[in-house]
C-alpha cells in the first residue's frame, strides 16, 4: 500500500516511510493513495475467527513489502490479547464495544497495532522516538501500548493543568523504562504544535528518527478499519438487509477509518456521522461551505470539537466522489437531553450502560432508522468509552450507579512529570538531546 499527501505535492511513499515521517512536508497528511480490495479474505471468515486472526491474514495483504504473513502474526499477537465485543440488541441494531482494551478506550486498539507494528519494522535500527501530545486517558493509552517495545522511547507532552494520570512511574525512562512523560507550559494546542513543529525540523528529526503516535500518524487510523471487518465477520450471517455504521464523531478519525474499510471492499450501505451539539461537519457532508464555530461544551465532552484533526482527510474523501461520498455519509447532530434518554432507552429496553459517546451514536442510528423505516436495515452502534469514565452522567441519565473496573482504576492515579519547560521548540529538542 502506498500512501499520498492530502495536498498531493510529494511523491507516494510506503507505509513504513509514511509512518516513520508521520507528516508530508508540503502540510497536508498521509491517506492512502491506492485501494487493496480484502473481500477475498474477510468475506470467508466466519463468527469463530479471533481479532488477532484477522489482523494478521489482512494486514500483510494491505502492507505487502513490509510485513510477511509471520511478521504480521508476530504483530497481531503482540497487540491484540482483548477484542472488539459485538452484541446485537434486536433485528435492527446491534452494539460493538471498543473499550475491552487496557485502558478502556477505542485508542487501545490503533495505538497497540501502531507500536507492535513500529517495533517489528525498525527492529534493525538503533532506535526511534515517538513523541506524542496527550491528555486525559490518551496518556495512559499510549503508555501502556509503548511501555517495553524494543527500540521505541516514547515522549508525551502533556499540558499544564492536565495531571498525568495512569503511567506507572517504573515505565519512566529514569527507571529503566522508556516513556518520558514531560509538562508543558502551555496548552493542548502548545503541544500538538511542538510535535508538529519538531517533526517539521527534519535535520533534528531524521538525526533522532523522531515520528508520532497521535492521530496525524497514519499507523494510528490504519488499524481503526480493522475493527469495522471484524464486525461485519461477526454478524454477516444475521444480516436482514443492508448494514449501517453509527458512529461517535469528534475529530473524525474512526469515521475515515470507516471509510478505508469501505474502500477495501466492506458491504456496507452507510456510516452516520453522529455528532453532538457542535456538530463540525453536519454543513459540510451537506455540500455547504466548512465554518468552524466555537466550541459548545456538552455532556459527550470528547466530541466538542470545533474543527477536526482529521479534516484534511476527510475532505480528500469528498474531493475525489463528492457525490458518492453524501450518498454513503449521513450526518447527525445529537443535543444533550437527546444524549441522556438514549443512555436511559438503552438501560431500560436492553439493560446496557452506554456512555454518552456511544449514546449520541445510539440516539443518531435511532433517529436515521426511525426516518428511512426500512425494516431491512441493520446499524451497529460503536461504543468508544467505558461508561464508567463518564459515571456521574451514567448515573444522572439510568440512576445506575457504576463504577471503575479494577484495571481502570488504576489509571486514575497521578504522576510527577519528568520535567516541565515552557512551550517552545528550543526547549524541547535541547531536553530530548540531553535525556537520549
Not at 280 to 308: C, H, M, Q, W, Y
Request: aromatic letters at 12%.
Amino acid at each position: 500500500m502506498q500512501f499520498r499527501s492530502t495536498k498531493s505535492k510529494e511523491p507516494e511513499v510506503s507505509f513504513k516511510d509514511a509512518v516513520l515521517r508521520c507528516l508530508p512536508s508540503d502540510g497536508g497528511l498521509y491517506v492512502p493513495s491506492n485501494v487493496i480490495d480484502l473481500r477475498q479474505f474477510f468475506l470467508y471468515m466466519d463468527e469463530g475467527t479471533s481479532y488477532p486472526e484477522l489482523v494478521a491474514t489482512v494486514a500483510p495483504v494491505l502492507l505487502q513489502g513490509e510485513l510477511n504473513p509471520f511478521s504480521a502474526a508476530r504483530v497481531a499477537e503482540s497487540s491484540f490479547d482483548f477484542e472488539p465485543e459485538l452484541t446485537q440488541l434486536d433485528e435492527n441494531f446491534s452494539i460493538l464495544n471498543l473499550y475491552n482494551g487496557p485502558t478502556g478506550t477505542f485508542k487501545d486498539f490503533g495505538a497497540s497495532f501502531h507500536a507492535a507494528v513500529l517495533e517489528e519494522l525498525l527492529k534493525n535500527y538503533p532506535g526511534a522516538i515517538i513523541l506524542s501530545a496527550v491528555r486525559g486517558d490518551s496518556g495512559a493509552c499510549l503508555g501502556r501500548a509503548f511501555y517495553g517495545r524494543r527500540g521505541l522511547t516514547t515522549v508525551m507532552l502533556f499540558p499544564s493543568g492536565q495531571p498525568i494520570r495512569g503511567i506507572d512511574p517504573a515505565f519512566f525512562i529514569h527507571n529503566g523504562g522508556n516513556i518520558i512523560p514531560i509538562q508543558i507550559r502551555g496548552s493542548l494546542d502548545d503541544c500538538q504544535r511542538l510535535v508538529k513543529e519538531t517533526i517539521n525540523d527534519r535535520p533534528f528529526a531524521e538525526r533522532h528518527c523522531i515520528t508520532s503516535a497521535n492521530a496525524i500518524n497514519p499507523g494510528r487510523l490504519l488499524p481503526q478499519a480493522f475493527y469495522y471487518l471484524y464486525a461485519f465477520v461477526k454478524i454477516k450471517k444475521r444480516l436482514p438487509g443492508g448494514l449501517f455504521f453509527s458512529i461517535p464523531s469528534g475529530n473524525f478519525g474512526n469515521l475515515i477509518s470507516g471509510l478505508y474499510a469501505w474502500k477495501f471492499g466492506l458491504p456496507v450501505n452507510g456510516f452516520i456521522a453522529a455528532m453532538n451539539a457542535n456538530n463540525p461537519f453536519g454543513d459540510f457532508i451537506r455540500g455547504r461551505e466548512f465554518k468552524p464555530r466555537p466550541v459548545v461544551a456538552t455532556n459527550s465532552p470528547a466530541l466538542d470539537v470545533s474543527v477536526p484533526s482529521n479534516f484534511a482527510r476527510f475532505s480528500s474523501f469528498y474531493d475525489e466522489a463528492p457525490a458518492v461520498m453524501r450518498n454513503i455519509v449521513f450526518p447527525a447532530s445529537i443535543n444533550d437531553t437527546a444524549t441522556l434518554k438514549a443512555m436511559e432507552f438503552a438501560w431500560k429496553k436492553y439493560g446496557m450502560l452506554l456512555d454518552p459517546h456511544g449514546a449520541v451514536a445510539l440516539a443518531a442510528a435511532r433517529d436515521f432508522f426511525n426516518q428511512d423505516k426500512n425494516s431491512n436495515e441493520h446499524i451497529i452502534v460503536l461504543t468508544t468509552g467505558h461508561p464508567a469514565r463518564e459515571a456521574a452522567t451514567v448515573e444522572a441519565a439510568t440512576g445506575q450507579k457504576v463504577s471503575l473496573p479494577e484495571r481502570l482504576a488504576l489509571l486514575e492515579k497521578e504522576e510527577e512529570p519528568v520535567a516541565v519547560i515552557d512551550p517552545y521548540l528550543g526547549a524541547l529538542e535541547g531536553l530530548l538531546t540531553g535525556c537520549l
